[in-house]
């Protein structure tokens, strides 16, 4: 199955650049997804092809109006599509997410610009997203970014092992990686990866992650459900820190 995306900006430039070149560009050109980017001002008012204007109650910067994206909406929706609003006030988009947007059908990403979108819009939508907690000039760059997280996930994209074992697959951050040459500038690499023994390693590999992940995102340990290995190499790692 293809998946396929259409995006409603107000500059798609910004968008077919990135999305033509390296591994999103070879996704596209093998058929794994279909992706379009739609101008909105298409479905822009009166001659002008207007989309945005002032806020009701005064205020800095101009927000789109709902008309254009409802028309847009109406023309691009279909009964197995799933519309997407970036907007920092969205659901915070995690790894989890981006599997489930995967599987999907069809996408339909809305980039708000200026200074956002009229309240209205939000009821058109069926999920907002959020990249980050910080505010963009528009949603393009976001777009960007939930579309590279999740086709990357499609069956036949890259090497399934590479998806299975990177950060936030397993709810940990990946374990450190090392290549050639063996030393660089007085450091060397863990014996352990040059012994030959797989289990051994599968194990520092675990114990790393685990050690990467209390270090430096706690957060992502709070809810997790620990396997007793997993139990017992952080108290590893716990009590060789600290």
Request: aromatic fraction near 4%; glycine fraction near 10%; proline fraction near 6%.
């Amino acid at each position: 199955m293809t998946l396929e995306i259409d995006v409603l900006t107000l500059f798609p430039a910004m968008l077919e650049g990135p999305l033509s070149d390296s591994i999103p560009g070879r996704i596209r050109e093998r058929g794994l997804a279909r992706i379009q980017t739609h101008d909105l001002r298409r479905w822009g008012l009166g001659r002008h092809r207007s989309v945005d204007d002032a806020t009701y109650g005064g205020g800095a910067g101009m927000i789109l109006r709902p008309e254009p994206v409802a028309a847009a909406l109406d023309e691009l929706r279909r009964a197995d599509s799933t519309v997407i609003l970036l907007d920092p006030a969205g659901e915070p988009f995690r790894q989890a997410r981006a599997h489930q947007l995967a599987e999907l059908p069809h996408l339909i990403l809305v980039c708000p610009r200026y200074e956002g979108v009229d309240e209205r819009i939000r009821g058109l939508v069926d999920l907002e997203i959020s990249i980050g907690d910080y505010v963009l000039t528009g949603g393009e760059l976001a777009a960007l970014v939930v579309i590279d997280a999740l086709i990357r996930l499609l069956p036949g994209a890259i090497e399934a092992e590479s998806v299975a074992e990177e950060s936030f697959a397993n709810g940990l951050l990946e374990y450190p990686q090392y290549t050639r040459p063996a030393t660089f500038r007085g450091q060397g690499i863990p014996a352990v990866l040059t012994g030959g023994d797989h289990g051994a390693v599968r194990t520092w590999r675990l114990k790393e992650s685990l050690r990467r992940t209390l270090l430096r995102r706690p957060d992502l340990l709070v809810e997790r459900s620990f396997s007793p290995e997993e139990e017992r190499l952080r108290d590893e790692v716990a009590q060789e820190e600290g």
